[in-house]
């Protein structure tokens, strides 16, 4: 057996997330079956970041083990042939027998899009949240700043979070306005379920004037996401590289 990683990029917004439900279309499903044809033997995948319905991929990552004898041009153009438009692979690497797409990653790096103006978008639907009323972009990034660092997120993960621990260690949060949409980049070791929407959804208040910055420490200390704002729909929300040693050689996203 040989190990495989592989580089994936999705719309999620046409799946019912990433992991396999009977009877519901998802990611996992998808790729697996596609893998499998090409493979001529049943795979299984891991990786590393599960996504929920909605939420798109710029930069996923998954591993799969295999007997079969295929080069990495193969697995690639095989696996995209069996997919449909909507999700695909970028690349393919051979890598050691002890890399694990999701054990083996350093930090998660997400996107969260605002469409910011009166007239909603053709273009942007589905690939960001429209909100009418005027932000604010500087105060969003002032508030998120209390957030980084390593701290109990209890206040922003979601009421069925299974992560045994709510404390999380985060690298980067910044705000910034390009035209009409407003980006909330962040980065993690790792993120509870919905954590980074629910920081989209407080943002959003904050950059509205609904709350001031230093609600953000508060709400933070407190450890109460019923005080939290409502969590951000998915649509805006994208995985767009996760990080791994160096000594992996993993390509980065485009």
Known sequence: MTRWAMGVEYDGTHFCGWQ??????????????????????????????????????????LHFDSDARRSA??????????????????????VPDFFHARFSALRRHYRYSILNRSARSALHEGRSLWVQAPLDAQLMHDGGQYLLGEHDFSAFRAAGCQSKSPVRRLDLLAVHREHDLVHIDV????????????????????????????????????????????????????????????????????
């Not at 079956?33 to 599960?50: F, K, P, W």
Request: positive net charge.
């Open 20 to 61: 396999q439900q009977s009877g519901l279309r998802t990611l996992e499903a998808a790729f697996a079956t596609a893998i499998s044809q090409v493979a001529d033997h049943a795979i299984s995948l891991t990786c590393g970041g599960r996504t929920d319905s909605g939420v798109r991929a710029a930069g996923q990552v």
């Open 73 to 94: 041009r193969a697995w690639v153009l095989g696996t995209n042939a069996n997919l449909d438009r909507k999700a695909s692979v970028s690349w393919a690497r051979l």
């Open 187 to 254: 980065a993690a070791n790792a993120f509870l379920h919905h954590m980074v929407r629910n920081i989209a959804g407080l943002l959003i208040e904050v950059g509205r004037g609904l709350r001031p910055p230093e609600a953000v420490r508060a709400l933070l200390e407190g450890r109460d996401r019923r005080l939290n704002a409502p969590t951000a729909d998915p649509e805006g929300l994208c995985l767009r590289r996760i990080e791994y040693p160096a000594a992996f050689h993993l390509p980065d996203p485009v």
